[in-house]
């Protein structure tokens, strides 16, 4: 059931229509984040309780008994500068903490209410295509954080890009640029709610083009490919770049990878985790 919600903030009122009783806290802090562009961990919602105290990220809006277009204020501020979002996150124990999305029996990907969230974020969320899609052609979807470099939000997945010289380089187009609002919050049994990268969004978004057949995703978490496990492959941290960067060589490695599966006319029969054995038999042939 809709539950359609008010949220004031910075002296304006924010209509929230596309989410229901089954979605949580966090799935409402991540649609303000698209309507304020303030960053769901600054944000601080008042009014949402829970047996008088304040309403965890987990909590489900069906539990909070609010009435249809109830009013409830946002505190809280967007990254003031460029300057700000540039500075380097701090270590982040996600990437070491990470667990095998084999090791977590449940299956997410085709749970209705995930679906659900992936068919919202289709119909809300804004794509700012670069270059246009071709067709009969693959896609590679690059994680930034700890893959590239490391990023939270748009406004910092440009700037360092642009600083990389990844948007500008002219052997290569990229296509777009997705950031965490495009993300979803799923509930697992052992690890509760934790956020993942639906690919299903960007499949509804390009449709005529993308598909499970054409799709593989670089990631160095492995609880992102959760709605998607066919289609992720898992790679090692690129952390201390500082320290690290001419030593890592793995990116260079997947190259010849990507190449070999690009003959290919579909990747549904591929095990991405064995990737170094499939390209060492290829290359010895």
Known sequence: MALPIIVKWGGQEYSVTTLSE????LDL?????????????????LGLKVK????????KLGALKLKPNTKIMMMGT??????????????NDDVINDFDIEDEIVEVENREENLLKISRRVKEYKV????????????????VDYTLFAATNM??????MKEL???TNANYKITFMLDSAAMITVHTPRRGLIDVKPLGVIWGKFS???SKKNTIMFDDIGRNFLMNPQNGLKIRPFMKAHLNRDKDKELMKLTQYLKEIAKLDDFLDLNHKYWERYLSKKQGQ
């Open 155 to 160: 406004k910092w997945i440009e700037a360092k």
């Open 78 to 91: 967007r990254e003031e500068s460029l300057e700000d979002v540039l500075c380097p996150p701090p270590d």
């Open 165 to 167: 010289g990844v948007s």
């Open 128 to 143: 700012e295509v670069l270059n246009p899609p071709r067709e009969g052609k693959k896609l590679l979807v690059l994680d």
């Open 29 to 45: 802090k991540q649609f303000l984040k698209t309507l304020t562009g303030v960053l769901p961990e600054r944000q601080k919602l």
């Open 22 to 25: 089954d979605d949580t806290v």
């Open 52 to 59: 008088g105290k304040p309403a965890e990220n987990d909590v």
């Open 208 to 210: 005529e083009f993308y």
